[in-house]
């Protein structure tokens, strides 16, 4: 399996910015997919973003839609997620997933491995 380090999460204000990062380990890592997923409290983890293995496409969920950029490195084994626009419902752990195969969706069960996740906290 590759293995995931996430990083950038943090608190900041309603209307600010943050940029998560996801640096991966293992060879395949430009053969897949990348994608981004989040759970808030008391809710199930859902799809945020995703990108596929040359960087040419990008898939997003409809509330990030405009304000959220998935981009990927494949030089220095690395997705990003840049998060503008920030709502206190963007709030969330948010977690990095790799060795995607996506069909259609994208959804959970396209991707092999997953990162332990980085806390995303926006105040009104």
């Known amino acids: 399996q590759v293995q995931l380090v996430e990083s950038g999460g943090g608190l900041v204000q309603a209307g600010g910015s943050l940029r998560l990062s996801c640096a991966a380990s293992g060879r395949t890592f430009s053969s897949y997919a990348m994608g981004w997923f989040r759970q808030a409290p008391g809710k199930e983890r859902e799809f945020v973003a995703a990108i596929s293995w040359s960087g040419g496409s990008t898939y997003y969920a409809d509330s990030v839609k405009g304000r959220f950029t998935i981009s990927r490195d494949n030089a220095k084994n690395t997705v990003y997620l840049q998060m503008n626009s920030l709502k206190p419902e963007d709030t969330a752990v948010y977690y990095c997933?790799?060795?995607?195969?996506?069909?259609?969706?994208?959804?959970?069960?396209?991707?092999?491995?997953w990162g332990q996740g980085t806390q995303v906290t926006v105040s009104s």
């Open positions: 997933a790799a060795e995607g195969v996506i069909l259609g969706g994208p959804e959970e069960s396209d991707f092999g491995s």
